[in-house]
């Protein structure tokens, strides 16, 4: 099982920028995703989730900003983040789970700084 994420980067302040979660080894379909962040010294804290039907969850931080969606078909999440603010720097990671399974990609970097 692998999730590679990708789209990371150094934006500007009130920039946007696209993540995608590429997942092999599973069937896709049958999975949560979730987007998880961490920033230096503080907890991993979750950002947004989707369903396998596609009904989503975020955090009060980010409602507005970002949008989390998937493409079963061709087994990828994405988050799609929008007017970027400093506090959102962090590494950011996808996680697929389904009970008992719990599958972690292994990161990507944000930075907002002008």
């Known amino acids: 099982v692998q999730l590679v994420e990708s789209g990371g980067g150094l934006v500007q302040p009130g920039g946007s920028l696209r993540l995608s979660c590429a997942a092999s080894?599973?069937?896709?379909?049958?999975?949560?995703m979730d987007w998880y962040r961490q920033a230096p010294g503080k907890q991993r804290e979750l950002v947004a989730a989707?369903?396998?039907?596609?009904?989503?969850n975020y955090a009060d931080s980010v409602k507005g900003r970002f949008t989390i969606s998937r493409d079963n078909a061709k087994n990828t999440g994405y988050l799609q983040m929008n007017s970027l603010k400093p506090e959102d720097t962090a590494v950011y990671y996808c996680?697929?789970?389904?009970?008992?399974?719990?599958?972690w990609g292994q990161g990507t970097q944000v930075t907002v700084s002008s």
């Open positions: 996680d697929a789970q389904r009970w008992p399974y719990n599958y």
């Open positions: 080894g599973i069937h896709f379909n049958d999975y949560v």
């Open positions: 989707i369903t396998s039907g596609g009904s989503t």
